[in-house]
């Protein structure tokens, strides 16, 4: 059964960085395409940032220089580390995980980040 679970979620202040950090159970990340979306308020869910089974990683222009995707197969965790904090980057941040040829793709609960002084 897959499972993702996020932490490290809170209140920054601009400039400041956190690091996401989200557990994944019941996956294998050399057949699974992991990553980040975020959603504020009425707004769309977005992509923030991903990496592909090859370890191939992608980032939205918004955050790209800032955030980086990593993961950790041991510890089947997947972090998100965000630098240089702005208030537009305040969302309820979800992990994202879908096998290769598979049309599931699984979700967390979310985690959220509120950048404000």
């Known amino acids: 059964q897959v499972q993702l679970v996020e932490s490290g979620g809170g209140l920054v202040q601009p400039g400041g960085s956190l690091r996401l950090s989200c557990a994944a159970s019941?996956?294998?990340?050399?057949?699974?395409?992991t990553g980040w979306y975020r959603q504020a308020p009425g707004k769309q869910r977005e992509l923030v940032a991903v990496m592909s089974h090859s370890d191939s990683t992608n980032y939205a222009r918004s955050v790209k220089g800032r955030f980086t995707i990593s993961r950790d197969g041991a510890k089947k965790t997947v972090y998100l580390q965000m630098n240089s904090l702005k208030p537009e980057d305040t969302a309820l941040y979800y992990c994202?995980?879908?096998?290769?040829?598979?049309?599931?793709?699984?979700w967390g609960q979310g985690t959220q980040v509120t950048v404000s002084s």
């Open positions: 019941g996956i294998i990340f050399s057949i699974w395409n």
């Open positions: 994202y995980a879908q096998r290769l040829q598979s049309p599931i793709d699984y």
